[in-house]
Every structure is written in structure tokens, then in C-alpha cells.
């Protein structure tokens, strides 16, 4: 089956850098990535999605980045903020939200004032 | 997006004992699935949760111990049976809103087995 590792697991920046979270995943097959944000005791929120036929998607200050030969995609934040402190998970699937989705182990971003 | 239920939010339950979880969306939905978040850890796949028919599970999880019912499209209810201290944990439903392809989550059972 799909596994899915992510890195770092702990990551801190001052505010206003820029944090940058990685992901490889195993199942060539895998064609959907999302990106979740999970704030202590709340559930997961989606916070941006790539398909295997994009290679970049950006939104406001969030971006994330897919290389298909590599097997990897990450998840770019610039211009931090204190509320963008948060556990951030990726996952993928094979067929977008359709399918089960599996999910790294996750990174604790703490952003510094 | 969509609003996602879950009931109950929180419980304190004795081993021995079993637990029924439901979840409710207010959209229409394609998928159900419901996850396992350990304190502090990442999210597990516990099922599929199918309309009308059994569920689809994870390797590791069966139906004797996590039974899913899905009578309609928008309803799912998962069950933790038999419970004992290690099923202590966050129980998690989603959802794959018919009109996108995304999924959201429910807010989660925090659950604690005495």
C-alpha cells in the first residue's frame, strides 16, 4: 500500500520567514495531494490540494509543489504568522477525495513573534 | 465546504463496553471514511464506510470490533465494541462532498476507556 513520510516533524521560524514542509510518497499510482492544518484540540482543515496534473498551486501565501518523477511535493508558507502555528499533515490518495486517503506523520510548526 | 457532526464530542467509558459514534453531513456526499488519531500522532484509515453494504476495512481493524453502518448517503455511525484502555483515542469521520473532490473532516469522539 501507499506510505507516505514527511519531514521535518518539528519545525520552528521567526515570523515573517518562510517554513517549508516535504513530503515522498511510495504508490506512483497516487495522483491526489492535500495538505491539512490541525490546531490542538480541532479537527483537520484542508488548506490547499494538488492534482498530478498540476505542478505548482498557490494560494495567497500558501504554495505547494509536486514532482511526479521524484515522488515528492511540498508545502511552502511564506510571510508567517503566529496563528500559522499548527500541525500540518499531507496525505495522498488515488483517487482524489474519492479515495482513502493516507497521511504522513506530520510537522508541528511553531512560528516565533 | 460542509458541515460535518459528530456525536458524541467527548466520552469517559468503562471496558467491557461499547460506544456508538455518529456522523452527519449536511451536503451531499460520495465517500464516508472514518479515521484513529492518537494522542499527539497522525490519523489512521479505520474504513470505508459504504451506503448499504459492509464496510471496507483497513488492515488491522475489523468489523467485530469497529461494526460501520451507512443507511443513507449522508449518515454514517461507527461503533467501538468490547472497548478496552488502548482504544482510548480520537475518532474522526469524513466526508467527500459530491459536488468537489475534496475531503472534510468531522470534529472528532475524544474518547478515554477506563
Known amino acids: 500500500g501507499e506510505n507516505v513520510e514527511q519531514h521535518p516533524s518539528t519545525l520552528s521560524v521567526q515570523e515573517g520567514d518562510s517554513a517549508v514542509i516535504k513530503c515522498t510518497y511510495s504508490?506512483?499510482?497516487?495522483?491526489?495531494f492535500p495538505w491539512y492544518k490541525q490546531e490542538l484540540g480541532k479537527r483537520p482543515q484542508l488548506i490547499i490540494d494538488?492534482?498530478?496534473?498540476?505542478g505548482e498551486k498557490k494560494d495567497q501565501r500558501i504554495a505547494v509543489t509536486l514532482n511526479k518523477t521524484a515522488k515528492h511535493f511540498s508545502l511552502h508558507i511564506t510571510e508567517t504568522q503566529p496563528e500559522d502555528s499548527a500541525v500540518y499533515f499531507c496525505?495522498?490518495?488515488?483517487?482524489?477525495?474519492?479515495?482513502?486517503?493516507?497521511f504522513g506523520t506530520g510537522t508541528r510548526l511553531t512560528i516565533i513573534p | 465546504s460542509a458541515v460535518i457532526s459528530q456525536k458524541p464530542s467527548r466520552d469517559i467509558c468503562q471496558r467491557g463496553t461499547s460506544l456508538t459514534i455518529q456522523c452527519q453531513v449536511d451536503?451531499?456526499?460520495?465517500?464516508m471514511f472514518w479515521y484513529r488519531q492518537q494522542p499527539g500522532q497522525s490519523l489512521t484509515l479505520i474504513a470505508t464506510?459504504?451506503?448499504?453494504?459492509?464496510?471496507?476495512?483497513e488492515s488491522g481493524f475489523v468489523i467485530d470490533k469497529f461494526p460501520i453502518s451507512r443507511p443513507n448517503l449522508t449518515f454514517s455511525t461507527l461503533t467501538v465494541s468490547n472497548m478496552s484502555p488502548e482504544d482510548s483515542s480520537i475518532y474522526l469521520c469524513?466526508?467527500?462532498?459530491?459536488?468537489?473532490?475534496?475531503?472534510?473532516f468531522g470534529p472528532g469522539t475524544r474518547l478515554l476507556v477506563l
Open positions: 451536503s451531499q456526499v460520495t465517500m
Open positions: 504508490d506512483s499510482a497516487s495522483n491526489y
Open positions: 496525505a495522498a490518495s488515488k483517487g482524489f477525495g474519492n479515495e482513502k486517503l493516507t
Open positions: 464506510a459504504n451506503q448499504g453494504s459492509e464496510a471496507t476495512y
Open positions: 494538488i492534482r498530478s496534473n498540476v
Open positions: 469524513s466526508a467527500t462532498l459530491a459536488v468537489q473532490e475534496t475531503q472534510y
